[in-house]
């Protein structure tokens, strides 16, 4: 079975011999893509045409930037070691909370509180070493 890292370099390499090749048929597809943001900032085709390029390269680069931010947001909610220390500060307020009323139930939570750190720690551990790795593997052109 390949690592994450692997099936990432032979997918590159596949797609290097694939459009050596000439075997690609993404012309089309890319036309129609620019095409959109023409039209979306000169509807009428009133502009010069070099005045028109200009605004769809800034509309288009407006929109990448759009989605890289969608993007960054999305690791930013999805990184579990954020959520983890969330939930074990919620936790260690309830404790506090419950600590004096009914000691069965803070000592049930206290119980839980060190295997929800432990797990919190490792799983943050294990992100950052992913990153550090995947950083490390695929490098940006």
Known sequence: MLSPTERTLRARAAAFALHAQGGTSTGAATAAFLH??????????????????????????????SLGLRAAKARRLADPSDRDVARITQIEGLLTAVEGRDGVAATAVAKAIPNMKMVAASVSAAATKAERHHDRAIPTA
């Open 36 to 65: 959109r943001f023409e039209v979306q900032v000169d509807p009428h085709g009133t502009l010069p045409p070099e005045v028109r390029a200009r605004r769809a390269t800034f509309a288009r680069r407006s929109y990448m930037a």
